[in-house]
């Protein structure tokens, strides 16, 4: 099950959001997002449920003891962290991923390295470790929460018809993006990765669309998942904050898949050193956390030597102090831009041979290729190129000029209408076409 499905949209959530609301105590409340937790990931993926359970009972009894104990407590959490990324490793080398492992297993170490730190930080109650590894809104891609923030919410939540009307309308948002706009840059991206060969148009065409279908696709799951946390309560933290406006590698990382980012800041480049132990320290600290964020995306070598570029230039940052010289820059704008869009063409080709034949081509394929120029045109219509026109447009700033539009009085119905249209288009496209799954599904 997904969020863009028809079960989900029509059965599970509507079902759930019912039995919710008219349920009063809050144990049964708890109780209710905890089956819904399980029912959700088993539509997904009930082979691998008892994994999930499993890595619950675990985390919560290496917490219990870390919190108990004062003798081997760093024997026991080194254990349980190699365990983890053992499991996840083994997986990810095989290829058949269960269902928001890497999310669900990232959340896991976090709770025990915090408890770990600071006992106090942990729960008694088995109950409190569920409830926080199988909240549905994400439990499979995220964003990733700290224990220690989603605590408050553990005991009671309190709904608000205002914060119910903002999460409907962020959800119809970003299935919007996914749906539409995420879909739309897709047939165009895959039209020209479908091919063996390329010219400069098709490649940048190739690679700019896969930009654009790879963030309106996580965006979209993540604003959707922020809309459910308020539908319940819950107010999950922005995982995107227009991360192709940045003016360097560095700040790209702080508005791209924030959770992640801030994962391991936290748990991998700080307890390396961070950069409290000079400039080489602080570069090759860096280039561990990339190897580990291009690893945690697959262990394909396209994913592992996209880890090493963005490493690359966020330590050429580093030394240069480049983040601070192109701030606010217009080339610093091209710059980022051109990295990313550079690292994401190899993190999307299927092989290494497919990614050195789309980038010489970027650069050298002055020649129309007649295939690919075929393929790309038979991909391009009115309505995907309307769609992918409005996606660039919206990864510009304008989440603070909507907040601000949206905030005026009269504002709350207009969005109401506007979010009405979107889940009705989504609909529309929905029935007319196979749904595809979210790509971070599968990391």
Known sequence: MNFASPIFLFAFLPLTAALYALLRKPALKNALLVAAGLVFYAFGDLRHLPLLLASCVLHYAVGRWLCVCTRGRRAILAGCIVLDLAVLGAYKFFGALPLGISFYTFQAISYIVDVYRAPESGTRSFWRVLQYLTFFPQLTAGPLMKFSAVQPYLQ??????????????????????????????????????????????????????????????????????????????????????????????????????????????????????????????????????????????????????????????????????????????????????????????????????????????????????????????????????????????LCLPVGALWKKISSRRGAMAARGVLALALFALSLLAMSAGAFQPFIYAAF
């Not at 995982?239 to 790209?252: L, V």
Request: glycine share 10%; charged share 15%.
């Open 156 to 393: 009671a939540r309190r709904t608000t018809w205002s914060g119910a009307y903002d999460g409907i309308c962020r959800f119809a948002g970003g299935l919007f993006k996914k749906v539409l706009l995420s879909a739309a840059a897709a047939e165009l991206a895959n039209a020209v990765y479908g091919q063996t060969g390329y010219d400069a148009l098709c490649a940048w065409m190739g690679a700019a669309c896969y930009c654009l279908q790879l963030y309106f696709d996580f965006s979209g799951y993540s604003d959707m998942a922020i809309g459910l946390g308020l539908l319940f309560g819950v107010r999950l933290p922005e995982n995107f904050r227009d991360p192709y406006c940045a003016t360097s590698i560095t700040e790209f990382w702080r508005r791209w898949h924030i959770s992640l980012s801030a994962w391991f800041r936290d748990y991998l480049y700080i307890p390396l050193g961070g950069s409290r132990k000079g400039l080489l320290r602080t570069m090759g600290n860096k280039m561990v956390v990339f190897l580990a964020t291009g690893l945690w995306h697959g262990s394909g070598l396209t994913f592992l030597l996209w880890g090493v570029w963005h490493g690359l230039w966020s330590c050429l940052e580093t030394a240069l102090k480049l983040p601070q010289k192109l701030r606010g820059r217009w080339y610093g704008h091209l710059y980022a831009l051109l990295v990313v869009v550079l690292g994401f063409a190899l993190f999307r080709a299927a092989s290494l041979s497919q990614a050195a034949a789309l980038v010489r081509a970027m650069f050298t394929g002055f020649s129309a290729n007649a295939a690919c120029r075929a393929a790309l045109a038979a991909a391009l219509d009115a309505r995907t190129l309307t769609l992918c026109a409005l996606g660039v447009l």
